[in-house]
């Protein structure tokens, strides 16, 4: 019997979460050499697709699907700083246009994606929103797209926005290289803080999963710990091996929801995704356009402030300039990032209402049912 298939037995489970453990850790390892963005979670998506699509039969624990949220959402909080604030007040009018404008440029690309019935239902509206890749993940499972399409498109358009800003920062800091993102794995660590932030994530974590709000586990650590944060003086502690394992345990749960059918149908959307996002892409780089003629402002910190997105991947390369005005990049990105999050569910569905009939049953039936949606519905009743 071949090794792999030794592994994949169902009497040795085991063996399985090794090897699942084994093959992220690899591909982790290689999308970081490739200067990826979101290694730590995309190797373990990657792992678990792969091995999924081979039979293997794992689930993700609920407890921990749900700490993975609490500390994504504090790690959102962590980024929000009141330094936001100040840039807000001084540029909100050029701020709110070109977020409103990016949004109703990225709704209006999906809305056309689910009427032509590239992908169904509101996937591609979720698939497209700029924002952080991993929380729009969780969003869209919580409102019922499907959470394996959303994942594929808003990785693809991750890597399509940070390999060209590669290129435009290139362009405008010559002899520059595009940083990788490194985490301080050995970086002091302050146990007090660190504490507080457990605390956050515990009581966040638990508040959310009682409050009944979609995506609470997530939502609810990130409002309290940006109000502590701004009020209370709290500083969020957050090692990289808990992010890392959040991450992957984020990516797994992803991943093992995968099946042929679904994939297939990801890579014959793929040219038209591609399409969407370019266009996206470019939509965003006329904005940037307009922010350099009108305003006067770096081309470099125009283009990055307007880029669809991920707002961690652009932090890292707007730190590898000096020339870029890091407050407004960060503070547009944020501020979508929040309309996004708040607007994201109204949006969506307001936009489906207006799709037209539903997709055929012959689509529905192929994709089959989405299994991580399912999983998340079962382990709600267990925490129950």
């Known amino acids: 019997m071949p090794f792999s298939s030794l592994l994949l037995t169902r009497d040795a489970p085991g063996r399985r979460w090794f090897l699942l453990l084994a093959l ?61 604030l100040g840039t807000f ?16 440029a990225a709704s209006g690309l999906g809305w056309l994606m689910g009427r032509l019935r590239i992908l169904p239902g509101t996937t591609a509206i ?36 940070v390999m060209l800003a590669s290129v435009v920062v290139r ?13 301080p794995w050995f970086a002091p660590l302050s146990w007090t803080s660190f504490g507080e932030t457990l605390l956050l994530i515990v009581l966040g974590g638990i508040l959310g999963k009682l409050s009944r709000i979609p995506a609470g586990a997530m939502l609810v650590p990130l409002c309290l710990g940006f109000l502590l944060q701004a009020v209370g003086g709290l500083s969020i502690t957050l090692p ?26 990801a890579l014959r959307a793929l040219p038209r995704t ?34 669809p997105g991920g707002m961690d991947s652009v932090a890292i390369i707007s730190a590898s300039s000096p020339r870029v005005d890091i407050s407004f990049v960060m503070a547009l990105q944020t501020i979508r990032f929040l309309v996004v999050l708040l607007a994201g569910p109204l949006l969506s569905r307001f936009l489906a209402d207006r799709m037209g009939p539903a997709p055929p049953r012959r689509l529905e039936k192929s994709l089959g049912p989405d299994p991580l949606l399912e999983r998340i519905r079962e382990d709600e009743d267990e925490l129950d």
């Not at 362009?171 to 985490?183: A, D, K, R, T």
């Not at 990289?240 to 994939?263: C, D, E, V």
């Not at 780089?285 to 990055?304: E, N, R």
């Open 24 to 84: 992220s850790l690899l591909f982790s390892g290689l999308f970081a050499l490739g200067r990826l963005p979101a290694a730590l979670l995309m190797g373990p998506m990657a792992a678990a697709i792969l091995l999924s699509l081979r039979g293997l039969t794992l689930r993700v624990p609920p407890l921990l699907h749900l700490v993975s949220q609490a500390v994504i959402g504090t790690m959102i909080a962590r980024i929000l700083t009141p330094s936001i």
């Open 89 to 104: 007040r001084s540029d909100w009018p050029v701020l709110l246009g070109v977020v409103v404008s990016t949004v109703s």
């Open 240 to 265: 990289p091996s808990l992010l890392a394992a959040s991450y992957t345990i984020l990516g797994w749960g992803i991943g093992l929801g995968f099946t042929r059918p679904i994939l297939v149908h």
């Open 274 to 307: 591609l399409l969407a996002i370019l266009a996206l892409v470019l939509f965003s780089g006329v904005l940037a356009l307009l922010l350099v003629g009108l305003l006067g402002m770096d081309p470099l910190t125009a283009y990055l402030a307007t880029s």
């Open 171 to 183: 362009v405008f800091v010559p002899g520059s290289v595009l940083p990788g993102s490194p985490l």
């Open 126 to 161: 979720w698939g497209l929103s700029p924002g952080a890749a991993s929380v729009m993940m969780v969003m869209a499972e919580a409102y019922g797209a499907d959470a394996r399409l959303v994942a594929f498109m808003q990785y693809l358009r991750v890597v399509v926005v």
